[in-house]
T-cell receptor, first 110, second 114 residues
Framework: RKEVEQDPGPFNVPEGATVAFNCTYSNSASQSFFWYRQDCRKEPKLLMS???SGNEDGRFTAQLNRASQYISLLIRDSKLSDSATYLC???????????FGRGTSLIVHP | GAGVSQSPSNKVTEKGKDVELRCDPI?????LYWYRQSLGQGLEFLIY????????KSGLPSDRFSAERTGGSVSTLTIQRTQQEDSAVYLC????????????FGPGTRLLVL
């Protein structure tokens, strides 16, 4: 099993739709979790950290399920500008090297 | 404020030549990472610097790859005797203290080995 796994997609949704991505991780000692966004031919940029209690930032909601070892990202009211690849990042406890998933591609169409 | 910068933005070289890629992290960030991203692939960790500690080189794919960080700031990734499979985007990132925090990425260097 890969350390961090994501469905590559693409997820093709209309504007205004709600879409959710999951990311599973294999190491139960993982402690830090993030979602990054990467636009085509651009560098990754932090979208949001993922906290144990779940957190929300506008249209974006991140959740952590430690028992099942996955994190999720929910995007409500999708915009065309949300089209990008979403990268899941996990840090093992005590490790300074983050592990990146291969990303989930989202395409929002008119 | 100034973000992470990398140079050159693009590099085309011939197989067998050496290349140097440069990264200027955000001022005051003690942690610096190099990653490689091939077309359609995820980020592959290469090397990690933290302050004055010895770097973690566990991700370097071969001894043709090396990196240094001078004065705890600028870093240079060197690839000797480049091969076609080295073609990729090389991304540098920095964070305030360590990788468990937000990483700020540079725009990357696109390397093409002919």
């Amino acid at each position: 099993r890969k350390e961090v796994e994501q469905d590559p997609g693409p997820f093709n949704v209309p504007e205004g739709a709600t879409v959710a991505f999951n990311c599973t991780y294999s190491n139960s000692a993982s402690q830090s979790f993030f979602w990054y966004r990467q636009d085509c031919r651009k560098e990754p940029k932090l979208l949001m950290s993922v906290y144990s209690s779940g957190n929300e930032d506008g249209r974006f909601t991140a959740q952590l399920n430690r028992a099942s070892q996955y994190i999720s990202l929910l995007i409500r009211d999708s915009k065309l500008s949300d089209s990008a690849t979403y990268l899941c990042v996990v840090n093992k406890g005590g490790s300074y090297i983050p592990t990146f998933g291969r990303g989930t591609s989202l395409i929002v169409h008119p | 404020g100034a973000g992470v910068s990398q140079s050159p933005s693009n590099k085309v070289t011939e197989k067998g030549k050496d290349v140097e890629l440069r990264c200027d992290p955000i001022s005051g960030h003690t942690a610096l990472y190099w990653y490689r991203q091939s077309l359609g692939q995820g980020l592959e960790f290469l090397i990690y610097f933290q302050g004055n500690s010895a770097p973690d080189k566990s991700g370097l794919p071969s001894d043709r790859f090396s990196a240094e960080r001078t004065g705890g700031s600028v870093s240079t990734l060197t690839i000797q005797r480049t091969q076609q499979e080295d073609s990729a985007v090389y991304l540098c990132a920095s964070s305030l203290r360590w990788g468990g925090e937000t990483q700020y990425f540079g725009p990357g260097t696109r390397l093409l080995v002919l």
